[in-house]
T-cell receptor, first 112, second 115 residues
Framework: EDKVVQSPLSLVVHEGDTVTLNCSYE??????LLWYKQEKKAPTFLFML????IEKKSGRLSSILDKKELFSILNITATQTGDSAVYLC????????????FGSGTQLTVLP | KAGVTQTPRYLIKTRGQQVTLSCSPI?????VSWYQQTPGQGLQFLFE???????NKGNFPGRFSGRQFSNSRSEMNVSTLELGDSALYLC??????????????FGPGTRLLVL
């Protein structure tokens, strides 16, 4: 059974800090790992990491995938209060339908 | 380009009733997946539809069912509601089935409360 474990479960920082969120996974026939940000409602897509793309960056957010050690990190630099959200990590196996297995998420709170 | 839409946004039902939730995918997306999100279990996969066919089903009882129409819109149905069915139900759409590394985009969800 596919499994995703995120850590820490929650994190409180001050604006301007840098945070690193962790995601370890076990999946049969790995296809991709995805990061989503969830505020009040729907998860919004951040990054997809695959065998052919193990590092992604968008503004202050970046993510890497270590396929050998089966983990990924999401890094946020110069955090802002608007970064406060639950960050979800999910994996998808190849050969299956569009089924994501999610971790429990990391609740990030950025204080002014 | 409009995103994934879900209706209704909020719903209150009582135990034993049934409910139908609707999801309209992004235009051009043919795959629709459904997820249940609860504080205790997090986000869990319910099922996925593509070309009007269920392609995969998560570990949920038979009370949970769904279907997809020719225009790719999807509905899910929960019969004989239980208190534990109270959750945020999210649907996600993507362009194609399986092989392509294409992400899924989520709708705003339907918040179901069972009393």
């Amino acid at each position: 059974e596919d499994k995703v474990v995120q850590s820490p479960l929650s994190l409180v920082v001050h604006e301007g800090d840098t945070v690193t969120l962790n995601c370890s996974y076990e999946v049969t026939n790995f296809r991709s790992l995805l990061w989503y940000k969830q505020e009040k409602k729907a998860p919004t897509f951040l990054f997809m990491l695959t065998s052919s793309g193990i590092e992604k960056k968008s503004g202050r957010l970046s993510s890497i995938l270590d396929k050998k050690e089966l983990f990924s990190i999401l890094n946020i630099t110069a955090t802002q209060t608007g970064d406060s959200a639950v960050y979800l990590c999910a994996v998808e196996a190849s050969g299956s339908a569009r089924q994501l297995t999610f971790g429990s998420g990391t609740q990030l709170t950025v204080l002014p | 380009k409009a995103g994934v839409t879900q209706t209704p946004r909020y719903l209150i039902k009582t135990r034993g009733q049934q409910v139908t939730l609707s999801c309209s995918p992004i235009s051009g997306h043919r795959s629709v997946s459904w997820y249940q999100q609860t504080p205790g279990q997090g986000l869990q996969f319910l099922f996925e539809y593509f070309s009007e066919t269920q392609r995969n089903k998560g570990n949920f009882p038979g009370r949970f069912s769904g279907r997809q129409f020719s225009n790719s819109r999807s509905e899910m149905n929960v019969s004989t509601l239980e208190l534990g069915d109270s959750a945020l139900y999210l649907c996600a759409s993507s362009k194609r089935y399986a092989r392509d590394q294409e992400t899924q985009y989520f709708g705003p969800g339907t918040r179901l409360l069972v009393l």
